[in-house]
């Protein structure tokens, strides 16, 4: 899983710095794990490779939720989180898709959990 997100990271164009902070945040997040627990280093394996590759900041067997920008930062503080100062989500399911537009938030890839500020 380490390697094919590495590799997407390079399909995608990304920036070098981006790299290099999502490299710095993946470090904390496997030196805050337990001794021999992998569960929150393939969680964020999982959502960095879905960021990376599709935009998707959730994705499940039933549903995806995908972020209409780049515009992002990548951040830790006690947990790994992205930051979208503005930005459009999508929810898309089987047999439907939601929208929000202009809102503005914080999702937690180990909680699977998005904060958001404000949306039209």
């Known amino acids: 899983m380490y390697i094919r997100t590495i590799n997407d990271y390079v399909k995608a164009g ?3 710095n981006l790299f290099q902070r999502w490299s ?3 470090d904390k997040v496997i030196k805050a ?14 959502f960095s490779d879905g960021l990376f590759t599709k935009g998707a900041i959730y994705i499940s ?11 992002f930062t990548l951040q830790y503080d006690s947990v790994p989180k992205a930051v979208f100062p503005a930005v ?3 929810a898309v399911g089987a047999k439907d898709t939601i929208i929000i537009k ?9 909680a699977s959990l998005w904060k958001g ?4």
């Open 14 to 16: 990304k920036d070098d």
């Open 24 to 26: 710095d945040i993946l």
């Open 33 to 46: 794990q337990r001794r021999g627990e992998t569960k929150d280093f393939r969680a964020y394996l999982e």
């Open 61 to 71: 067997d039933s549903k995806s939720w995908f972020a209409q920008t780049d515009n």
């Open 88 to 90: 459009d989500l999508s």
């Open 102 to 110: 202009g809102t503005s938030g914080v999702f937690l890839p180990l």
């Open 117 to 120: 500020r404000r949306a039209h």
